[in-house]
């Protein structure tokens, strides 16, 4: 029971004070699981949130999801995904019983304007750390730029980048295992 309480407050704690969304808590929760608890190693950690950016769904629930099943099985899912997601409920909750109130205020609008790029800042730096984790390098840089292209500039969903991407892995491991 300990374990699940655990796994709840982990991520009830960086659910809480985590601005940005799943990508600004990827380093957060890595911080926890593999660091600090070494629940997981970085590589399971890596496929994780792998899979995670693949399932449809919010990313931080669904690495919640994912990590707390790999640690405690169906109880370990549900413990972890509650606490990841009862923080932004409330929260939310919160604001739009309070904020209709307020949103027209300059300092409240100053605020928000200030916020924005730190979050940039809080979604760049986990990019660029699950980069160096998934041993992204000068030979292999050009994969995700060019799916950064094709989104961003052509705008190709990122539904067929991803089928994609599988489809290239498992070709690729295919290949690898043939004599």
């Avoid at 699981?33 to 590589?43: A, F, I």
């Avoid at 979604?123 to 994969?143: E, S």
Wanted: glycine content about 8%; proline content about 5%.
């Amino acid at each position: 029971m300990k374990d699940y309480f655990s796994l709840f407050w982990i991520f009830a704690k960086i659910g809480t004070f985590t601005l940005g969304g799943g990508y600004a808590m990827l380093p957060l929760i890595e911080r926890e699981l593999v660091d600090k608890k070494s629940w997981l190693d970085r590589g399971e950690f890596l496929d994780c949130v792998a899979v995670a950016q693949a399932a449809p769904g919010i990313l931080a629930i669904n690495v919640a999801i994912l990590s707390g099943y790999k640690m405690k099985g169906f109880w370990g899912s549900t413990a972890a995904s509650l606490g990841a997601a009862l923080p932004s409920f409330i929260i939310i909750l919160l604001i739009a019983l309070f904020f209709h109130g307020y949103q027209d205020n300059p300092t409240v609008r100053r605020i928000f304007m200030g916020i924005r790029p730190a979050v940039v800042a809080l979604i760049a730096v986990p990019v660029f750390n699950l980069a160096k984790t998934a041993g992204i390098n000068y030979r292999t840089v050009w994969i995700p730029v060019v799916c950064a292209v094709l989104v961003w500039l052509l705008k190709v969903s990122p539904v067929y980048i991803v089928l994609a991407a599988g489809l290239g892995g498992w070709l690729y491991a295919r290949k690898r295992r043939m004599p």
